[in-house]
């Protein structure tokens, strides 16, 4: 093969892969210079049917993901796995496998895993020179769980240290400690919303100084009483707050029927309506995508800036990463595209 040839046949199969998601009917998040993918120009409407998900290369098998942009470029994601997963990415297309996030174990989570190395849900941000790292251990159907911290100044696998326990909860407690998402809002405050089943979706205040709580008070932010709702994701966007969460069943491969909804707020700690005014202390949330054609459960959303990040299951039940941008109606109401 001559050394002209190479590129040429690399531009090939590139463009066959890209004719193959197309006609798949599959979303292309195209790279811009090296960095976010290019949205274009952003739809005031939502789309008649849920977009597929965008077409990814590497390691995007992923569940429970939540993603940040690392200051030096790229994207560091971390992910549900054992000892946590980390993957990284320079520009949203192809994804890498980067290790876990405690190499050597995390042998404080034990007691409430039940001796399994497996840890969920984590939530990844960057303040102030430092990874920020909160997850949780647990075991499914059991409220006997915590959310713990972790920073790291490189995000590298091995370089994180345990910064300790954040909140539990137990057999006496009408919460289930798991889904951590921090928000800092535009006063400097931090928040941690988090929960799963039980009485809902809470949020406590935390202390900057040192990413844990700064008092005990829980306020209530979601229920559908016996009723699943879970993986909360608190962000703002003009002058609401928005907060996403997952109904429905997580968990069991093609069969899953996890959606992805959201509501939102004029301010941080609610309270939280749906498009029918509904509140989510009552059941409320306005759908934004669920399960269609090979995308089965699509749930545990993310946000970051305007891409949603969410895992999703195909036919043969594994899980992968989903990416689809966010635009907003003429109501202030989001949809995925």
Known sequence: MSVTSRPRRRIALVAALVVAALAAGIVVLRARDGGAPAAGSTPVVAPSAYPEPAFLLGDAGVHDPAMVRKPDGGYLLAHTGDNLRLRTSADLSTFTDAGAVFPDGAAWTLPYTK????????DISFHDGRYYLYYSASTFG???SAIFLATSAT???GSWTDAGLVIESGAGSDFNAIDPNLFVDDEGHWWLTFGSFWTGIKQIALDPATGRPSNPARTALATRGDTAIEAPYLVKHGDYYYLWVSFDACCKGAA?????MVGRSAGPNGPFIDRNGT???AGGGTEVLSGHGAVHGPGHPAV???LLLYHYYADSGSSHLGLNRIGYDSGGWPFAY
Do not use: Q
């Open 115 to 122: 001796g399994s190395t497996a840890l969920w849900a984590p």
């Open 279 to 281: 509140p989510m202390t």
């Open 155 to 157: 995000g590298e696998s």
């Open 304 to 306: 970051l800036d305007d």
């Open 142 to 144: 059991s409220n006997r």
């Open 256 to 260: 899953s029927t996890y959606r992805t």
